[in-house]
């Protein structure tokens, strides 16, 4: 069955308590891989001691660490600048250290430069809560930034003297997975790719490739492996295809899913909004469905969740993801127990 987790840092409180009565079942990690400056490699984020202190710290909480959604710096990978060896050996140091401490999942994206975007982080949904949104049509000016979706301005210092093109990117991923999918298959951890967000290629000139139902699967033939496969996010696969389900089923029946982000939208990959779990253009029930008759059993996160409320208050206590963790929770309860 289905495990429904939570993405938060390795630090308990009060929202933790609310998540654990709620029926959590457990994480997925927001733990910070960034390189220390001058700090020993055994000290270094990515080390074994730092990932089995997060790990305890997670368990010490009751909120079991499941994957590992942060990624240590990629951009020279994407990129293929000079120096994308030393990222890649990272990211195997990364993978040996979550199998020997049984992480089995790590979720990684290949946005190169733009990352995740947004044009608007406070529109008006259901009630007068605030969603994100995008609109290809905003964007850019310089008195209107691209932004990504916590609302901070995105820079592009990075492509100056970079030519991109989708063969480029195609062939640095292949070398990045020619590079890590035998460490990971050693380690025995999933990689589970993330879409582009938003499922747009390209945006001011930048391909971005993860952004079709069709590349996803050239992303699973170009380096075969078990250990090779998909973070399907429902917000971005929503917008790529009219048959969610059906998509869900393809890669599912060849166990390709290795994690999940549920979430939901409204309009089209050039022009969308973010939505209440049960207010957007998926039919949740039948995704649950293909997800039950496919077998997978492993985690899903609720993603992307509204601001509610008129003040600090709604935030501090997690309101909307404590709306979203029972209404999927109670979603998922039906979708299982019912005949088929």
């Not at 932004?147 to 492509?159: C, H, K, M, W, Y």
């Not at 050239?218 to 969610?244: E, H, R, W, Y």
């Not at 890669?251 to 779990?277: A, C, M, S, W």
């Not at 492993?298 to 501090?316: I, L």
Request: aromatic share 8%; with cysteine.
């Amino acid at each position: 069955m289905l495990r429904i987790a939570i993405a938060t840092p390795p630090q308990t409180g009060q929202q933790w308590t609310l998540m654990r009565q709620c029926g959590v079942e457990c994480a997925v990690g927001g733990i910070n891989l960034h390189p220390q400056p001058d700090t020993e490699p055994d000290a270094q984020p990515w080390s074994y001691a730092s990932l089995a202190k997060a790990k305890d710290a997670y368990a010490a909480g009751g909120i079991p660490l499941a994957v590992i959604e942060s990624r240590p710096p990629m951009e020279k990978i994407k990129l293929g600048l000079p120096g994308r060896d030393d990222e890649i050996e990272i990211v195997c140091q990364l993978l040996r250290n979550m199998g020997k401490l049984d992480i089995p999942v790590w979720c990684y994206a290949w946005m190169p430069i733009l990352g995740v975007i947004r044009t608007s982080v406070s529109l008006a949904s259901r009630g007068e809560a605030l969603v994100s949104g995008f609109d290809l049509a905003a964007l850019p000016t310089s008195e209107r930034p691209i932004r990504n979706i916590d609302g901070v301005p995105l820079e592009e210092q990075s492509a100056r003297g970079v030519k991109l093109t989708e063969e480029q990117q195609w062939d640095c991923l292949r070398y990045f997975l020619e590079g890590v999918i035998p460490v990971a298959e050693e380690a025995q951890v999933k990689l589970a790719m993330h879409p582009d967000d938003p499922p747009l290629s390209p945006i001011n000139g930048i391909p971005r490739i993860m952004s079709s139902v069709e590349n996803y699967q050239k992303l699973l033939d170009l380096v075969p492996s078990p250990a090779n496969g998909i973070c399907l996010c429902q917000g971005n696969f929503t917008l790529m295809t009219d048959d969610l389900p059906g998509v869900i089923r393809h890669f599912g029946e060849q166990k390709k899913l290795h994690f999940l982000h549920i979430r939901d939208v409204q309009g089209t990959p050039d022009n969308f909004q973010e939505t209440f779990h049960d207010d957007g253009k998926t039919d949740l029930a039948a995704c649950l469905r293909a997800y039950r008759d496919v077998g997978f059993d492993g985690v899903f996160r609720p993603d992307h969740y509204p601001k509610m409320g008129d003040s600090a208050f709604a935030d501090e206590l997690g309101i909307a993801r404590l709306f979203a963790v029972g209404y999927l929770k109670g979603l998922r309860e039906a979708v299982y127990t019912e005949a088929h």
